[in-house]
């Protein structure tokens, strides 16, 4: 890459230092922030850039009054994708990172260091690979900023583990997939209602199949518990309790399910099922050919 020059800026040298030629009793504070190095890596914007912030150092080596800081050379901002909002704006806790910075005179720009910072810039573009870390970005200034962050994130990681359980259990490996479903359920922030309910859910199914029907029911009853309209947790439960030859409570979910799916033909089905082995063979008659006209294709049904 060709050497950096110094470059006449009509900004600098029309209006700023006039202004702080003006007023030698005045602090001036020049500084350059960090750029997201995918932004900067483009040759034009990171040449244009180190010869605005090296005409602003020689410029301003004269005035006593002058501080210059620049903040392209830190890795740790530019170079993690976590740190911005987009290409060009970065987060609040950026903003508190350069206060501080300022205030203990680090990343501050001189004649004599500035060589230094150029290389260490152009290294850390050409090493630059695209990553976005949340776990190492420079801390939010608000502590609330950084709890709900890292409480999306972990959202976002149960999430993961969800879908993992869900393959896990589709694939007839019911105990790994409960392992990972109780990571879940002692994990989760307990607003995310939606996450819980699922990891219930499934969790009670696991147990269904390895016939541990309490422990499923305990399940279900979390899942109505969080969620009273998620009507599958009534067709689990009510099996369940099929099994365990508790009839009442079994129809009971099967009759709360047609409520609240009235046009799907399972409900129907199971609970014709249960009143003909009660001999109520009119009603069950009329559920069984109700679910037959739902689902004619698909009902497990035959009426003889």
Not at 9 to 25: A, C, Q
Not at 160 to 173: G, P
Not at 212 to 230: M, Q, R, S, W
């Amino acid at each position: 890459m060709p050497e950096i020059q110094k470059i006449s800026f009509p900004n600098i040298v029309t209006n700023l230092l006039p202004l702080i030629k003006k007023y030698p009793d005045v602090h001036f504070i020049l500084f350059f922030p960090p750029h997201y190095y995918l932004e900067l890596a483009n040759f034009n914007n990171y040449f244009d850039l180190l010869s605005l912030q090296k005409s602003a150092v020689e410029d301003t080596a004269l005035c006593p009054n002058v501080m210059v800081f620049g903040f392209d050379d830190s890795s740790a901002i530019g170079g993690n994708a976590a740190n911005y909002r987009d290409m060009y704006h970065f987060h609040s806790g950026v903003n508190m990172y350069m206060l501080e910075s300022i205030r203990n005179d680090r990343h501050r720009l001189t004649s004599l260091n500035f060589a230094e910072y150029e290389t260490k810039v152009r290294n850390n573009l050409r090493d630059f690979r695209i990553y976005s870390n949340f776990e190492t970005m420079i801390p939010m200034a608000l502590p609330q900023e950084n709890e709900t962050l890292f409480a999306t994130l972990r959202s976002n990681e149960s999430k993961e583990m969800l879908d993992n359980a869900i393959i896990l259990y589709k694939s007839n490996k019911f105990s790994a997939a409960v392992k990972i479903l109780e990571a879940i359920i002692n994990s989760t922030a307990t607003d995310n209602i939606t996450l819980l309910q699922n990891a219930h859910y499934y969790r009670g199914n696991a147990f269904m199949h390895m016939e541990k029907l309490d422990t499923a029911i305990h399940d279900y009853n979390k899942v109505v518990e969080i969620n009273p309209d998620f009507a599958w947790a009534y067709i689990e439960r009510g099996t369940a309790f099929l099994k365990l030859k508790n009839v009442d409570a079994a129809k009971k979910d099967f009759k709360h399910f047609i409520t609240l799916k009235p046009n799907d033909f399972r409900g129907y089905w199971l609970l014709g099922n249960l009143s003909a082995k009660k001999g109520a063979l009119r009603q069950a008659v009329a559920l069984l050919t109700k679910a037959i006209e739902l689902s004619p294709h698909d009902s497990p049904i035959a009426l003889s």
